[in-house]
């Protein structure tokens, strides 16, 4: 999720898609795929030495940011528009979200694993973020904001939203600035394999719907 690439690809593959049974097998051995710059069709997967974590109880938003939503009225919805997020997040200048990971997600997304938290106000798509639910782990894959401070409102939405339904792991792959500003930190491979296997051996969670 706003990837910086500090570990090596650990293998290439050229396809249009990518099995679901695929996916799943890899997430749930720590794998995860990104489309190859400049190609449409090709992928890297990676398997970080080290892992970025949104840990779930030490996660802080900015008070500003909390202040935003309440003056704006921002809300949640959650999968009301996959499609909207996911192009959204791989509109910019360079993107590892190419046509195979597009065709991919969107197919998880209609088997009910890949799933979207987006920032509404009032009929308008303000930003969001989409990942891949498994037991009770959220693999966040990017985030995207068409306002300001919209990709931070998703993260806070996010948040909630995981802590209400009971979520144990929130992998967002990578450290970077931006996402240690809310208290992402890097874990060792051995400490995240750990979680991991915790998240897979738990219950498939329902995702959809917001809590009462």
């Not at 996911?86 to 910019?92: I, K, N, T």
């Not at 360079?94 to 799933?115: C, D, E, K, R, V």
């Not at 009770?136 to 209400?164: D, W, Y």
């Amino acid at each position: 999720m706003m990837h910086s690439k500090s570990s090596e690809a650990c293998s290439r593959q050229q396809v249009e898609i990518i099995a679901p049974e695929l996916i799943m097998e890899a997430y749930a051995e720590g794998y995860f795929p990104m489309g190859k710059h400049g190609s449409e069709t090709e992928i890297e997967w990676y398997g970080a030495r080290k892992r970025g974590i949104m840990p779930l109880d030490e996660v802080h938003i900015p008070r500003r940011v909390l202040r935003r939503i309440r003056s704006k009225n921002y809300h949640l919805r959650i999968n009301h528009n996959f499609t909207g997020v996911l192009e959204g997040c791989a509109d910019r200048n360079s993107t590892w979200i190419n046509t195979t990971i597009h065709n991919t997600f969107a197919h998880l997304h209609l088997q009910g694993y890949a799933h979207s938290v987006e920032v509404w106000r009032e009929d308008k798509l303000c930003g969001g973020l989409y990942g891949l639910a498994i037991g009770t782990g959220f693999f966040a894959e990017s985030v995207f904001q068409n306002e300001p401070e919209c990709m931070k409102i998703a993260l806070h939405f996010c948040h909630q939203h995981l802590l209400q339904k009971q979520y144990t792991l929130w992998d967002v792959q990578f450290f970077n600035p931006f996402l240690g500003q809310f208290g992402c930190r890097e874990i060792s491979e051995k400490a995240y394999l750990t979680m991991l296997k915790s998240a897979m051996d738990g219950p498939h969670l329902d995702f959809n719907g917001l809590p009462g």
